[in-house]
């Protein structure tokens, strides 16, 4: 296990850690950042937008407040005449307090667009032909206007010095509106928003200090939170390490999140997965070590016993030397099968694919097992139920024809039958092989694929087996995209069942693509894939 871990180790660490100059794919950086973004910027937002609009209304105010004002005024100047006779007193005084209560100033023009009075003596006599003034003497109340000029920081306001007439007509002298207004002049008004602007820049002010402040305590939060947020995922990171370095061998939890509990089921089970692999590892070497130094010791103890005696007889050594023979042919028969399974665990084993006549390859392996099946009166019959070809790797498909049949001969008894069955449908092709042999015990028939696993260790030695034969099947079968499936009743006998496709399916993971020729004969030529 250790083993595993240790190598596991140096492959993450080159390949772990974030990637350099890649700061904001820190999960820790981006909560911050998001954070910070979602803190900070409606405030800002609010924040402008409130003031902006607080600017607005005063304006609106202060705007409505002096028209009002002025309307009193223009009818003081009705009252007193002042457009005829601009020494009132009275009409001075109101026109200079409202001057400098709005910090403004205030032309009175008459209908002849003279200038009647001005509250800073500077235009009085003069006339005034501003398009907003004229407009405002032709239609009275309806065209009284007010700019706001923020550049230069005032109200300008137009309203006409009018009365609604009581009776149609009734005033000659003055511009009679179309609803009955008797326009006498206009008053001419800028009323500086100075003060309003003051307030505003130390509001403004204010809210940047504010800002700042925010900001601070914004960031304070997003570290805290970016940094607790994120814990878990540390933890877990941690955990990780700590089955990496192979300090703990339990399977970890992390529930703080759905996501890490799904992270750590995940990896739990890889784990296992890692786990059994391993064990199945270290299983095989040791069986393999173990398999491979019986027929060592057994030629060893045959060596030194001839070694010991000077004076042992020929037939002795004659004997000696072919049980050596017999332990060398084993041991050989192993490493080959071995150098096969290893050869078909490799991802990238090639599959030399052909379209094959399934009935003829079964005659042919039977032909070569019935020497043996002989030997012990087994009877062997092909029974095909139409003539199947199939797209398949010949010599693994023999080495698997021949491994059951002969299992099945080798676990047989004596004056027993082996039946060999093919069929096919539109999709697969169908082999059976029966037999009326010895069968397999309940517990293991689940079992006998696994590399080196017999049933009857010594019944195996003596018929030649190695335990490695039915792994070989399987490995072959599977690289066909094929299942085998095994039915047996203990000391009545057994049938294996192998269904394989009559096309051959090439995976997108098989690497060996170029490697592998499809020879499809209905088409009578080759077909490279
Ligand atoms: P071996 O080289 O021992 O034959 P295999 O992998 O071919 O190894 O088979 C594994 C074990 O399965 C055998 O040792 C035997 O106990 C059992 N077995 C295989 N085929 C049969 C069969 N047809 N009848 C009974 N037992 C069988």
Redesign the pocket.
């Known amino acids: 296990m250790r083993k595993l871990f240790t190598r596991k180790q140096t492959q993450t660490k080159t390949t772990s850690g974030p990637a350099r100059g890649s700061l904001f794919r820190s999960l820790k950086v981006r909560i911050f950042a998001l954070i910070l973004l979602f803190g900070m910027v409606p405030a800002l937002i609010l924040s402008e937008s409130l003031l902006g609009y607080y600017r607005d209304r005063v304006i609106a105010v202060r705007t409505s407040e002096a028209q009002t004002q002025l309307r009193v005024l223009a009818n003081h100047l009705i009252t007193y005449g002042y457009l005829d006779n601009p020494d009132n007193d009275i009409v001075s005084a109101e026109l200079s307090q409202y001057s400098s209560f709005y910090d403004g100033r205030v032309l009175v023009i008459n209908d002849a667009l003279q200038v009647v009075d001005d509250t800073y003596n500077v235009s009085r006599g003069k006339t005034i032909v501003s398009g907003d003034v004229v407009k405002c003497l032709r239609q009275g109340s309806a065209a009284s206007t007010s700019h706001y000029d923020e550049k230069d920081g005032y109200i300008e306001i137009v309203i006409p010095i009018a009365e609604t007439a009581s009776l149609e007509g009734q005033d000659t002298t003055g511009n009679a509106a179309k609803d009955g207004e008797t326009i006498y002049g206009v008053l001419l008004s800028s009323v500086s928003t100075a003060s309003i602007e003051a307030m505003h820049d130390a509001l403004g002010q204010r809210e940047m200090i504010l800002a700042l402040i925010l900001l601070l305590v914004i960031i304070f939060l997003a570290v805290v939170f970016s940094y607790l947020l994120v814990k878990p995922f540390d933890r877990l990171t941690r955990k990780i390490s700590d089955v990496r370095e192979g300090y703990s061998s339990d399977p970890i939890e992390e529930n703080a999140y759905t996501e890490t509990a799904h992270i750590m089921t995940a990896f739990n089970q890889v784990l296992g997965r890692m786990r059994a692999l391993d064990d199945s590892r270290q299983d095989f070497v040791s069986n393999v070590s173990h398999e491979l130094k019986t027929p060592m010791t057994s030629m060893k103890v045959l060596a030194d016993s001839l070694l010991s005696d000077p004076n042992t007889p020929p037939e002795m050594y004659r004997e000696f030397l072919t049980d050596i023979d017999s332990e060398l042919d084993r041991e050989n028969k192993m490493i080959a099968e071995l150098l096969n399974l290893a050869k078909m665990d490799r991802k990238q084993v090639t599959m030399n694919i052909s379209t094959v006549d399934i009935g003829s390859l079964l005659e042919i392996v039977m032909k070569r097992v019935r020497p043996l099946a002989q030997k012990r009166d087994i009877e062997l019959t092909l029974v095909q139920e139409r003539d199947v070809s199939a797209e398949v790797d010949e010599v693994k498909m023999t080495m698997v024809f021949t ?2 049949i ?3 001969v ?3 008894k004596d004056h027993g039958k082996v039946t060999v069955a093919l069929n096919a449908d539109h999709k697969n092709f169908t082999v059976t ?1 029966e ?1 009326t ?4 015990p309940e517990d ?1 028939v689940a079992r ?2 696994e590399r080196f ?5 010594s ?2 030695r003596e ?11 399987k490995s072959a079968v599977l690289l066909h995209k094929g299942s085998i499936t ?1 039915d ?1 009743v203990y000391g009545e ?2 049938r ?1 069942t192998v269904v394989i496709p009559l096309i051959y399916i090439q995976t997108k993971d098989a690497t060996t693509a170029k490697a592998l020729v499809v020879k499809r004969e209905e088409g009578g030529s080759d077909e490279k894939n």
């Not at 042999?437 to 397999?440: H, K, N």
């Not at 696993?453 to 260790?457: E, L, M």
Request: aromatic share 10%; net charge positive; no cysteine.
């Open positions: 491994n059951l002969e299992n099945a080798k676990y047989n092989v037999d042999g010895v069968g397999i293991s006998v694929f696993y017999r049933v009857d260790k019944r195996s018929v030649g087996g190695t335990g490695l034969g039915l792994s070989i099947v095994v047996s006998g057994t294996f």
